[in-house]
Structure formats: C-alpha cells, structure tokens
C-alpha cells in the first residue's frame, strides 16, 4: 500500500507556457502533500507544502505566483509551473503523508516529473 | 534549525564487499532519521528509520543502519553489496514537532561487479 503516482512523468513545453503536475495517493489519503525539487546529482529542495483544503505553505526563496499548488481533496494536489522558462528545468517530486499519520513513519514519494522548458 | 550531512559524495565498492554510506545529523532534542534510495529518473523508496528503541535499525534489501547519539551519526550499511544497489542515497532527518524532512546531499552509490 502507500502508492503515490505522479503525472506526467516528462513533459517538454516551451518557454511561457504553463506546465501542470499532478500528485495522487492510490490507496490512501493525504492531508499533507510535499513538492520537491531536484537538480542534477543534488539534494531534494522543499519547495511548498499543502494541506488539503488550505492554502499551501512556500518555502523561504520560492515564487507562489510561479509554482501554484492545489491540493482540492485528500488524494490529488497539483503544482503548475506558471510561464516556465529553461531555469525552470528540473526534477519534481512530490511526497505524501497519511491521514492520521505520526511525525515518525516515513512519506510516500512519487517517482517525479522530469521538466524540460526550451 | 534540523540538518543533515553526508560526508561523501560517492562511495566505490565491489559486489560482494561490505557497504558503507555515512551520515551525521544535527538536531534539537529527538532525531527522527530516515534513508531513501533514488535510482535514475525515479521518486525516493523509503529503507528504514529510527525512532526509538535498539541502536541498530534493519531495513528494506538488506541494508541497516546504527544510530550512535554521540556522535550525532547514523551510517547506513550492508555487510555484502550487490551491482544492483547502485544509487543515490538519501539521509534525512525530521524533528518530532514538525513533518518536514530535512535531506542530506546524497551519496552515489556505485557497486562494480
């Protein structure tokens, strides 16, 4: 159980347009979804994390307007890269946490959207 | 603030040699610590964590891991390493009061046969 799918996998889009990534929990609920993002060979960087119903919370450094984040209902938030451009280029990943979850048992991941913006 | 360190950004071994991937963390009060594996172009897999409890963790594909509070460490290892545990692998810690987990840089892990 614990199966959190990411969609899409890859996505190219050029420079201005905007990119929509979903982030579901299968088999489970999630309050709280993770966004993450990875560049080449580095550590994962929080970027915001929702709660289902609410407003998401950003990180220190990173633009709401440009990465808007909705996490309608228990199973599904989205993040939408707004007017990408190529610095935009990355590797998101979101994670889950389950309802009535403790702070001790490990998130769920997706296996992570690859973005290229040309 | 919650950190982690991972000394070493790879780590060489041969199939068959004992694995070693290290890590340190710094924390206010309890650490709850993880490892995750990433292979290429994929999402994190949770290995094991500690919470509380025996200093000495076993978790998913063989690997452990030992929690020492002294030294602020918690290594992750397998005592006979296979090729196909070649990847990125991830320290993380979280404090108890907050569900954010924070990530070391990684390790690459490559195992040659």
């Known amino acids: 159980g614990a199966v959190v799918s990411q969609h899409p996998s890859w996505v190219i889009c050029k420079s201005g347009t905007s990119v929509k990534i979903e982030c579901r929990s299968l088999?489970?609920?999630?309050?709280?979804m993770f966004w993450y993002r990875q560049f080449p060979k580095q550590s994962l960087m929080l970027m915001a994390t929702s709660n289902e119903g609410s407003k998401a919370t950003y990180e220190q450094g990173v633009e709401k307007d440009k990465f808007l984040i909705n996490h309608a209902s228990l199973t599904l938030s989205t993040l939408t890269v707004t007017s990408a451009h190529p610095e935009d280029s990355s590797f998101y990943i979101c994670s889950a946490r389950k309802l009535r979850q403790g702070s001790n048992s490990p998130l769920h991941f997706g296996n992570g959207t690859r973005l290229t913006v040309t | 603030a919650q950190s982690v360190a991972q000394p070493e950004d790879q780590v060489n071994v041969a199939e068959g040699n004992p694995l070693t991937v290290k890590c340190t963390y710094s924390?206010?009060?309890?650490?709850?610590l993880f490892w995750y594996v990433q292979y290429p172009n994929r999402g994190l897999q949770f290995l094991l964590k500690?919470?509380?409890?025996?200093?000495l963790v076993k978790g998913s594909y063989g690997f452990e891991a030992e929690f020492n509070k002294s030294q602020t460490s918690f290594h992750l290892k397998k005592p006979s390493a296979l090729v196909s545990d070649s990847a990125l692998y991830f320290c993380a810690v979280r404090d108890p009061n907050h569900y954010k987990l924070s990530f070391g840089a990684g390790t690459t892990v490559t195992v040659r046969a």
């Open positions: 500690y919470i509380t409890g025996d200093n």
């Open positions: 924390v206010s009060g309890n650490p709850y």
């Open positions: 088999d489970f609920q999630a309050t709280t």
